[in-house]
């Protein structure tokens, strides 16, 4: 029987479906005698329990359960027939006037739009590549020297200087009135890594042992702290410690501490730029992915089911509140969270997932078993024991899912590639570096 299918609007469709009656009376009164047989109430032995009673006790909800599961299959038959690509839910109303020994409802639903893609030979796309340089992996060096550097006391009349460790008691004033956050002792900071701002860092540097100091600071109009932005307060600082700072030296000692397995200065150069190598390849490839996603979505033409669009904004709005709820905030559910904030990454999301999944339909994009693995590995080779990070990621279907849509992605992207109009650009490994 052919299924007549009503167009509404753009994506939206309606079917009309009819039941007969008796079948949904047979399927509730099946069930309701298997009910009977394991049923328990007070003054009945189970399985003794009269039809009446478990009629009255449970008709109403198994009705509307068979009535549900009825539609639902009926539904789902006439979109099969209709070769209709369903998205989300339908919404099912009854419907009167049906006829005798029948019950009709109306199905309203989305499908899924027909993807049209332009000719990606003419889309323009800039492909970033980067090395890892040899001052790199010195900063990098550096960088890990600082994290085990140690500090001494300096002599009594040296002055404070860049890199040094001061400690201090403060007070500020605003108005010749005290403002919160404006006063500590005892307080820590080396001079020179921006953890004060530069004002107060030039005030202190210079300053000797036991020296006492008054001087302004203009906090900035962007402030964080709300109630003294843009505001000038006076600080009186007195220095009560002074430490230089004495880094490792770059020998076997600082290549084993690191955990480098030949112990020697050239096995951390090789760790060092072997890791940097793997950020680099990571960085370049997102970037290089997100190129090809900006260009199929300025290159592909199609409507937007309203429907997962909503399903995908519900469940960024779950996300949020689990990542809330994990910092420790309570009544997160009452938390209101507005939806239109993620509306527009939600479209973005939805759109490039269609266009994606016609793209690796029609190109034959699938992720092959091999390339999973590949990858899997790849992410492995960072830890200690990579063997044990394969198996994590086999031995549960939602994580190689995660992987598999990694690499079904660069698959996109590398066939993109080739089609289009490829500039390419080399990035200097600190500009790659400080993109997020």
């Not at 040094?164 to 002792?185: L, N, Q, S, Y």
């Amino acid at each position: 029987m052919a299924v007549n299918v009503e167009t509404l609007e753009k994506l939206e469709r309606k079917i009309t479906l009819t039941l007969p009656v008796e079948t949904i009376q047979n399927e509730v009164n099946a069930r309701l005698r298997k009910l009977a047989r394991s049923v328990k109430m007070d003054g009945f032995r189970p399985g003794k329990v009269p039809m009446s009673i478990v009629t009255q006790q449970y008709g109403y909800s198994v009705q509307y359960e068979v009535m549900n599961d009825k539609v639902g299959e009926a539904f789902f038959s006439a979109a099969n027939e209709a070769n209709l690509r369903v998205a989300g839910q339908p919404t099912i109303t009854e419907k009167d006037g049906a006829p005798e020994g029948q019950v009709a409802f109306d199905a309203v639903f989305e499908v899924f739009p027909d993807v049209k893609i332009g000719d990606l030979a003419t889309a323009e796309i800039e492909k970033a590549t980067a090395q890892v340089s040899d001052a790199a992996v010195e900063r990098t060096i550096e960088i890990l020297r600082k994290q085990r550097r140690t500090f001494a006391q300096r002599a009594k009349d040296a002055a404070a200087e860049e890199g040094d460790r001061v400690t201090i008691d403060f007070a500020g004033k605003i108005d010749g009135e005290p403002f919160e956050g404006g006063k500590a002792e005892d307080f820590q900071f080396v001079i020179g890594e921006g953890q004060m701002l530069k004002e107060f860092e030039d005030a202190v540097r210079g300053m000797k042992l036991g020296e006492s100091k008054t001087f302004p600071l203009a906090f900035p109009a962007d402030y964080h702290g709300k109630d003294v932005a843009g505001k000038t307060a006076d600080f009186l600082v007195t220095v009560k410690k002074i430490e230089a700072a004495h880094l490792p030296e770059v020998n076997e000692q600082l290549a084993k501490s690191l955990g480098v397995k030949d112990g020697t200065v050239e096995g951390l150069h090789a760790d060092i730029r072997k890791n940097l190598a793997r950020e680099v390849q990571a960085r370049v490839t997102a970037r290089n992915k997100q190129a090809v996603m900006d260009a199929l979505a300025a290159k592909a033409e199609l409507e937007l089911p309203k429907s997962s669009v909503q399903a995908e904004v519900d469940r960024m709005v779950e996300s949020a509140r689990a990542d809330l709820k994990a910092r420790g905030l309570k009544d997160v559910e009452k938390l209101p969270i507005p939806e239109d904030s993620f509306r527009p990454q939600a479209e973005r999301r939805v759109r490039l997932g269609l266009i994606l999944a016609e793209l690796v339909r029609t190109a034959n994009l699938q992720a092959r078993p091999e390339q999973v693995r590949a990858q899997v590995e790849e992410l492995a080779a960072s830890y200690e024991k990579p063997e044990e990070v394969v198996r994590y990621y086999y031995a549960d279907n939602r994580r190689l899912a995660d992987v598999e849509a990694m690499v079904l992605e660069n698959n996109v992207t590398e066939h993109v590639l080739g089609l289009a109009k490829v500039t390419e650009r080399t990035l200097d490994f600190d500009e790659l570096m400080g993109q997020q």
